[in-house]
């Protein structure tokens, strides 16, 4: 189906950032946080939003990670 090669586009296009070093943060706004999105997404790094509130939280807390990265690089 369309929806299967769209997923499986999805996984390739993650995977080789991934592949590259590189960290995918994904963050389902208004939307369910899917297996497939949770699954392209880096370890730790899919977030929820269901709203502007969470949205903000999820934005926050990606904030803080990236900074602690960069104090640990």
């Known amino acids: 189906t369309e929806f299967n090669r769209r997923?499986?586009?999805?996984?390739?296009?993650?995977?080789?950032?991934?592949?590259e070093g590189m960290t995918v943060w994904v963050v389902a706004f208004g939307l369910t946080l899917t297996q497939?999105?949770?699954?392209?997404?880096?370890?730790?790094?899919?977030?929820e939003a269901a709203d502007s509130a969470k949205l903000n939280e999820a934005f926050q807390e990606i904030a803080q990670k990236i900074a602690a990265l960069r104090l640990t690089s």
Do not use: E, F, M, V
């Open 36 to 47: 497939n999105l949770r699954d392209c997404a880096s370890p730790g790094r899919a977030y």
């Open 7 to 19: 997923a499986s586009r999805l996984q390739a296009i993650c995977a080789s950032a991934k592949a």
